[in-house]
């Protein structure tokens, strides 16, 4: 099919896929507790106005995950887009400029609301583009697959997780290449195609030390004490842990950010003032951690007997929940403290526990510079856009990690409307041109990879 006719079909119906952006976002389905059904409803409403095959899977408390397809031919590999349904509560609402479930739009230019850059534009977006291609009658014996999902805000294993085990894989449903449509946005830089993402790994440390009055410290043992030991030897973890090659090397990776710049000199003037290009550029590169919380005591003259901590690490791929686990446990036992799994008896009061409280791993698509799909989504979206797209990692971590870790879609990218940096933030908005301009690259890279012989 001519890319003209899809680019004049979205056109024609601009203003309608404003509206429908408008009613998903004013769809409230924040997480907690999530209510998702009700934004699976309105995608299945709009899916049946077109014919297009759509099935809703419920669960729980008005909970929901949808999976809907161009046609029902499943022989051959499928392009998957999938984005989720819930976002994150909008805090305190009287500080927003506008209601969060307003859906406002300024200017005619920009659409406020919670979630309209996490990532319900992206979403949507990829819901029209499955509905372009329905209405204009493409001819290919291949599908396109739009999985909407639940819980990617609380880990994912609710929605695109449990999509990969009980509807993909059990369907037979082959997937080639996959896109997940958070938000890319660098501002004032083009948007990236995102390769891969860093583990998000958390683990609760208490120490149990004993109770006393304060008047007779010595008596008991300050389990903020003992905390703060294990705090100002945090650093020495790295010597307990193997050291990893970044997936992609820092130099590569500046040179992936300098395609996105004019010239050399124009970049590395800016990156050498950026602190933030620095620091993004660092984040990709080394695994870190950072202690979050801690809260201990219970009086103020009690000696505390019980002090717990969070850490939460950020890994490269190849770092596993149980390689920091270990790590741990070799730091504490090295200050002199016995860790719980020492312990044999009940007497021992004068202990560390590490607890696991969450753990995503990292994940990298391994061989993405021989593809020639990506190469072409590139190209789309360097036209669309009018600027270079390029290439980058991911600080953070997104649903994208239960398509690739577990084996069912390696080559899985990330790429959606809107600005990162305004995600989870009060006044959150997407730029309608942003939106409109992402509709035409799902639909022309769906269009491309359909009818690819």
Known sequence: MKEELIIKEIE???????????????????????????????FKEYFDNYRI???????????????????????????????????????????????????HIKRNKY??????????????????????????????????????????ETGGRLGTLWSVNNILKPRNIKCDFAVVGEPTGLEPLPKAIILGEKGHIIFKIITHGIAAHSSIPFEGKNAIYMMSEIIQSLN????????????????????????????????????????????????LTVYTKSLNLIEGGIKDNVIPERCEAVIDFRTLPGQKTVMIKNA????????????????????EKIYVEIELVEALEASYWQDWENSQTLKKLQSIMTNVYNKKSFYLLYPACSDARHLRNTGYCPKTVLLGPGSATTAHAMDEYIELEDFINMIKVYSLFANDYLTRS
């Not at 970044?246 to 000199?265: D, G, M, T, Y």
């Not at 003037?269 to 950026?274: L, R, S, T, V, Y």
Request: aromatic content about 8%.
């Open 12 to 42: 024609n119906h601009k203003e309608d896929h404003i509206d429908f952006l408008q009613e998903i976002i004013k769809t409230e389905s924040y997480n907690p507790p999530g209510n998702e059904k009700d934004v699976a409803l309105k």
């Open 236 to 283: 020495n973890l790295d010597n307990y842990l193997e050291k990893l090659k970044p997936p992609i090397p820092e130099e590569k990776l500046k040179r992936f950010l300098s395609e996105a710049f004019p010239n050399q000199v124009i970049f590395k003037k800016i990156f050498n003032e950026q602190i933030i290009l620095q620091n993004l550029i660092k984040s």
């Open 328 to 347: 741990l446990n070799q730091l504490i036992r090295e200050i002199g403290y016995k860790v719980k799994e020492d312990i044999k008896g009940k007497s």
């Open 111 to 152: 659409l406020y609301g919670r979630g309209s850059t996490d990532m319900k534009g992206g979403l949507t977006a990829m819901a029209i583009s499955l509905q372009i291609l329905k209405t204009l009658n493409i001819k290919t014996n291949k599908n396109l697959v739009f999985s909407a999902v639940s819980g990617e």
């Open 53 to 103: 095959q759509c099935e809703i899977f419920p669960f729980g408390e008005n909970r929901a995950n949808l999976i809907a397809s161009l046609n029902d031919n499943f022989e051959e590999n499928a392009l998957l887009y999938n984005g989720h349904m819930d976002v994150v509560p909008p805090g305190t609402e009287e500080e927003w400029k506008y209601p969060p479930l307003s859906a």
